[in-house]
Nanobody, 125 residues
């Protein structure tokens, strides 16, 4: 049974940094596509970053250059390092996983079957 548990969300000042973690279990971690999504109140869930085998990465334009996705295969943990945070980054952040994703679908929520419960990030200006 695939389980994903996010942690690390908190309130930070604009311009600050934060690293989210997603602990995974129940599957072969390194063989899956992993991703971070976020959802702000009243908005649709948005793909932030995705990764495959710590080699291939994809980023939303809104976070490219500020966020970094990475994995630790020994610890079965996915990370999202977030820098230069601003108020528009305020959202619930979710970790997601799926064994196979079609090209150009890496940051679409419908591509992923397994989700964590989310961790809240609040950026105050």
């Amino acid at each position: 049974q695939v389980q994903l548990v996010e942690s690390g969300g908190e309130s930070v000042q604009a311009g600050g940094s934060l690293t989210l973690s997603c602990s995974a279990s129940g599957y072969t971690f390194s063989s899956y596509y992993m991703a971070w999504f976020r959802q702000a109140p009243g908005k649709e869930r948005e793909g932030v970053a995705a990764l495959r085998s710590d080699v291939y990465t994809w980023y939303a334009r809104s976070v490219k250059g500020r966020f970094t996705i990475s994995i630790d295969n020994r610890e079965n943990t996915l990370y999202l390092e977030m820098n230069s945070l601003n108020a528009e980054d305020t959202a619930m952040y979710y970790c997601a996983a799926h064994p196979a994703i079609k090209p150009n679908y890496k940051l679409l929520s419908d591509s992923y079957d397994y989700w964590g419960q989310g961790t809240q990030v609040t950026v105050s200006s």
